[in-house]
């Protein structure tokens, strides 16, 4: 059971604890009932406290019973709400530390509420693509008042207990408590002096109206519109806040679980609570467990104040552990720190960081021009030029210097960390911390793996992405780990597109309007197309069987290499980033078909978007058959946080899984067709075709 039933003199306690947040999974539910009964039975026990054990009152829905049959198993949350409410002595939720979602739709079923302060409320569920679905959309209104609540449905965001219990006229909160310690206390005592009074008071039985009506919810429409492109959730809370002020109790909660349930089989709620799942599945390593001893990291070096350096710095110096960042000239590391001042001025200047914290920020921060400055660090990561023999300079240098037990980082994007590990005597200090660009932004850490990584350098490293806030995703070593390797097989079939009649404003255009952020011609431009081009000459030596459009050569032969020199794939003027369409790479691309006897031929946005999403899919089946990911869920993550991938589609595989794996089978043999196609890559994978054969999904 996890509810525990306690009497103290004429107050029973009900005290839910079911670690960490004691989400409603059925047993927690079945123990709140139980109690609930016992208190009524007993004729000695006047009031009822329902609490929270631990670091929360609940913070809602078990996720681990998410899209089980227990998840709706009765009691479900709402017949717990109406046996509460129905109770015929009152009964008081004590409130502290988490009230999120069922959590707090509970406890707005009490007919008492008393909060300790710094208690984080929240209604969250439209950041899982869903509406509350047990009376919260009717009831919050009651007593926050309909733009206070409407405001935290939309938003999903938590509001302090201390700063709610300040709103006029608010009746979520009878009593605020002097803290967290004696919340407890003070609930029983409250409960006490309230044993007696009738009729007991329902939230349901409040009234809910809005001065303006119509003219308020319009406005509202109009505002959620602009900001919930692709996401139905958000206008569904407009929907049914303005239902709870229009209609009577239980037809608008008849409306509320209606709309709810529908919400729960849409793809994008699905996308959503799969992505939530799986950044929490990301964090976890089947062979090193939670309580593998961990490596103090109390100092950082970071190797090269370029444009990588100066971002990876910025994460730890935001997280305040100091950095000392190396350089080779004096000029460069004088570059570094104005680019990361210029970081911070601008934050400043938008009152996103306080003038404090800048320079608290900043006073962590040193520079050297020696590697001996270096030496004492708990962490180093390199980011220099992404080039074997640089690496190896760098690394013998560290391997040297470097106190024992020192985290040897990369922060190499394609290249081998094994062969980077084996420049030192300690490759079981060496993995790979794959940042990407701009570090200081992207939540995308790709952590490397090598052959040779300790257990231990594994599980400090994923503690320190989560203190410095990025998502972590372990990856094996190969030529580009999970991001850059798929992204490979996606720039490879836009430039067949254009090849065979696509321009790069089409193949861009029909991506973006699938959810991407960028095409693939945009992104081309804006990290840099001489990036691409480095890659396409390695593979030449290393792999020539592996086929290419040539036309990502000629404009790197142009000298376009993208927004850095004002011209790649589009032209761009001066100061400004808008991309826009140029007349001399169209010319080229003619140009080039002509060379190779293509007639262009009219291609579908629906052929592109295929085309781009499912080589991301068929390389993704096999990376997760070549034992690089260890999970489909990871390649999503990958991909929703570190390349642009609509988070409403969940990710390149979670897409394939609600396509239907049988249709990019389909998909994928049409194209193999192609005679200006990679017939070999289409080959679906062989865990693709498996799954496929067997109606499975990778998810």
């Known amino acids: 059971m996890t509810a525990e039933y306690k009497v103290h003199g004429d107050v029973a306690v009900i005290t839910m604890n079911n670690p960490p947040v004691n989400g409603l999974g059925y047993a927690t539910r079945v123990g709140i009932a139980q109690g609930l009964e016992k208190a009524n ?12 054990a631990g670091k929360a009152f609940s913070g809602g829905a078990d996720i681990k019973e998410f899209g089980t049959p227990k998840a709706l198993g009765e009691p479900n949350l709402l017949s717990i709400i109406l046996a509460i409410e129905g109770s015929a002595k009152p009964v008081v939720a004590a409130i502290h530390s988490v009230a999120m979602g069922g959590g707090l739709e509970l406890a707005l079923g009490c007919h008492y509420r008393v909060a300790a302060p710094g208690c984080s409320v929240a209604l969250p569920e439209v950041k899982l693509g869903l509406i509350p679905g047990a009376g919260g959309t009717v009831r919050l209104p009651r007593v926050l008042g309909v733009e206070p609540a409407l405001n935290m449905m939309v938003s999903g965001e938590a509001v302090k207990s201390e700063m709610l219990a300040q709103l006029p006229g608010q009746k979520l909160f009878d009593k605020m408590a002097s803290s967290a310690e004696s919340l407890g206390e003070e609930a029983i005592a409250f409960a006490r002096s309230v044993a007696d009074k009738r009729p007991l008071p329902r939230v349901r039985d409040l009234p809910c109206k809005h001065p303006l009506g119509d003219a308020y919810f319009q406005f509202a429409r109009n505002m959620v519109a ?9 206008l569904k809370n407009v929907d049914v806040v303005e239902n709870a002020t229009k209609l009577k ?3 608008a909660l008849a409306k509320e ?4 349930l529908s919400l729960m089989q849409s793809p994008e709620s699905r996308a959503l609570r799969h992505l939530f799942v799986s950044e929490r599945a990301a964090s976890k390593i089947a062979d090193v467990p939670d309580d593998t001893p961990k490596r103090a990291v109390d100092k950082v070096a970071v190797i090269g104040a370029g444009t990588m350096g100066g971002g990876i710095a910025m994460n730890f110096l935001n997280a305040g552990i100091p950095v000392t960042m190396l350089e080779m000239k004096q000029e460069a590391l004088d570059r570094g720190v104005a680019t990361i001042r210029k970081n911070y001025e601008a934050q400043v200047k938008k009152g996103k960081l306080k003038q404090d914290k800048y320079d608290q920020r900043m006073g962590l921060l040193k ?44 922060n190499t994007s394609t290249l081998d960390v094994d062969k980077i590990a084996a420049f030192t005597k300690r490759p079981q200090d060496v993995v790979g911390l794959h940042f990407f660009s701009p570090a200081n932004v992207m939540k995308l850490l790709e952590v490397v793996r090598g052959a040779k990584t300790g257990k231990d350098v594994m599980a400090t490293v994923m503690g320190v ?12 070593v190969c030529d580009g780990f999970i991001g850059n390797r798929m992204i490979e097989q996606y720039s490879r079939q836009a430039g067949f597109l254009l090849d065979e009649g696509a321009t790069p404003q089409q193949v861009d255009k029909a991506i973006e309007r699938f959810g991407f952020a960028m095409g693939p011609f945009r992104m081309g431009d ?9 890659i396409r000459k390695r593979r030449a030596t290393e792999r020539a069987d592996m086929k290419y459009s040539k036309t990502a050569d000629k404009l790197c032969e142009l000298g376009r290499f993208g927004q850095k020199t004002g011209a790649g794939w589009y032209d761009y003027q001066a100061g400004k980033r808008d991309a826009i369409p140029s007349k001399v790479v169209d010319d080229m691309i003619v140009a080039h078909r002509k060379e190779l006897g293509i007639e262009p031929r009219k291609i579908s946005d629906e052929e592109i978007v295929q085309r781009l999403v499912f080589s991301l899919v068929n390389e993704g089946a096999h990376i997760l058959e070549d034992g690089i990911a260890a999970r489909a869920s990871d390649i999503d993550m990958v991909y929703i946080t570190g390349y642009g991938f609509p988070m ?21 043999k049409r194209f193999q067709r192609n005679p200006r196609d990679d017939a070999k890559f289409w080959e679906p994978a062989p865990l693709l075709a498996r799954l496929a054969a067997e109606g499975k999904n990778f998810n």
């Open 226 to 234: 602009g900001m919930s492109k692709n996401f139905p959730a958000p």
């Open 367 to 410: 520079t050297t021009l020696s590697y001996d400055e270096i030496k004492d660090a708990d962490l180093v990561i390199e980011a220099v030029f992404e080039e074997l023999g640089v690496k190896q300079k760098v690394f013998e240098k560290l391997d040297e210097v470097m106190k024992p037990g020192a985290i040897l980082a990369s």
């Open 465 to 476: 992405a989560k203190k410095i806030k990025k998502t972590a995703v372990v990856s094996g």
């Open 257 to 260: 679980r209606e709309i709810f």
């Open 249 to 251: 109790f239980d037809e």
């Open 41 to 52: 039975d007993d004729p000695a026990v006047k009031a009822v406290v329902l609490t929270g």
């Open 526 to 534: 804006l990290a840099g197309n001489d990036i691409g081009w480095a």
């Open 648 to 668: 409403h589609r969940g990710g390149p595989m979670l897409y394939a899984d609600q396509t239907g794996l049988f249709n990019v089978v389909q998909a994928m």
